[in-house]
């Protein structure tokens, strides 16, 4: 098969393939960028696979980086534009399930792609716009099923991690698994133990916030994945996220996991995500999330929830009831949203230290209750974010009244 039209991506990458084959070597396109050409989807990154080895790939260019140069990768420096060129490879017995305990750089790309997980992925495309198809790839492309290259039992034990890298797929394709492929998966689910949680929570976001996500999550579940990830032991929980509708979305990661997070029954999402290994402020936005999704389930959003929890949190919740047909009302936000005098504490025109002064106040616990009284006086209406209205707040109080 030959491309009609070689996208701009490549286009403006041709001149490194160029230089490459007039030094004696071999340069292909590889990976999921010619997957995505084939199927008329954005290209993200350009990869390059070449038969040169790393010193020879830094002898023809001038500028490059060695970003990973004992597995073969060199980045090439080319003005604004950066590309990784990788050696043909292969690799020896795979240690922990997840990396090779050894590469060898050979000079056969079709060496080289026999080590590639799946049929729609083990492309290479050259310069001349021919597709390099060596495991029926585009048949699998074109009936839409993910078949691993060669034996899948092999490939997942290499790298367990290619088990979500599957689903992954199945979520942003709408692929299906071929049978010897999905049985493997599913006999070597509890390698993914041995994979670090944090390369475990990249394939699961991407999958949770794909457009056939749905499809993913079922089969992440069939498979019995799910039971080495950590805190979704629970099924039944988990199966009821497939009873949103099929044509929901996820707004992004904090709603997709926040809403896992609660149909599993977590109140404080910050144990399980500090197992997951997130950063602090993912874990905080799904902890401000799971509290005001318990709160939208007994009562309507008040100026305390959009302070305390954020209007991206509210929406997210919102859009969570609508989905499920339950009653909304976005305009009631709107209106809380416009209401709300300050957003955090820094933003009421007294500070503490103004208020101590003008009222001879002493450092202490007092202070602080002081300052946290007139903090949510303001937040609920009840005080205007003016320093006539704060003073006089503070000089009505009977305990600090008389010190004026």
Known sequence: MKLEKMPAEFVKALPILEKIRV??????????????????????????????????VKQIFEHTVDIGIEHGTVLVLAGDDTYEITT??????????????????VRELSE???????????????????????????????????????HPSERFNEDALRIMRGVRFMATLNFSLESETYEAMKRQAHLLAKISIERIF??????????????????????????????????????????????????NSVQAWGFL?????????????????????FATAITHF???????????????????????????????FEAQGLDTDFEHIAVLDKTLQIRDKKEIVVSAGEIMK??????????????????????????RNHPDDI??????SSEYGSND
Request: overall charge neutral; proline content about 3%; glycine content about 6%.
């Open 23 to 56: 030094s004696g070597y071999q340069a292909y396109f590889v990976g999921g960028s010619v997957r995505d050409v084939l199927l008329n989807r954005q290209i993200h990154d350009v990869d390059i696979a070449t038969s040169a080895y790393p010193a020879e």
């Open 88 to 105: 043909f490879r292969t690799e020896d017995v795979y240690v922990d399930y997840r990396r090779p305990s050894h590469v060898s750089f």
């Open 112 to 150: 080289d792609l026999l080590r590639r997980d799946f049929t729609i992925n083990a492309f290479a495309l050259a310069n001349d716009g021919e597709i390099i198809d060596l495991y029926d790839g585009l048949t699998d492309l074109d009936k839409k099923i993910l078949r691993a290259v060669g």
């Open 202 to 251: 990249i394939e699961l976001d991407k999958l949770l916030q794909a457009d056939y996500w749905q499809k993913g999550f079922d089969a992440l579940l069939a498979i019995d994945a799910s039971a080495y990830l950590p805190g979704f032991s629970d099924k039944k929980a988990l199966l009821s996220l497939l009873t949103l509708p099929k044509r929901f979305k996820f707004t």
């Open 261 to 281: 997070l609660h149909q599993l029954g977590y109140v404080d999402g910050k144990f399980l995500m500090k197992k997951w290994k997130v950063s602090r402020e």
């Open 290 to 320: 799971l509290s005001a999704y318990r709160k939208r389930q007994v009562a309507a959003f008040s100026l305390e929830d959009l302070y305390q929890h954020h209007l991206s949190s509210l929406l997210l919740v919102e859009n969570l």
């Open 358 to 383: 003008q009222f001879s106040i002493s450092p202490g616990p007092g202070i602080g209750k002081l300052f946290h009284e007139i903090e949510m006086a303001i937040v609920i209406g009840k005080l």
């Open 391 to 396: 003073f006089n707040y503070v000089r009505e």
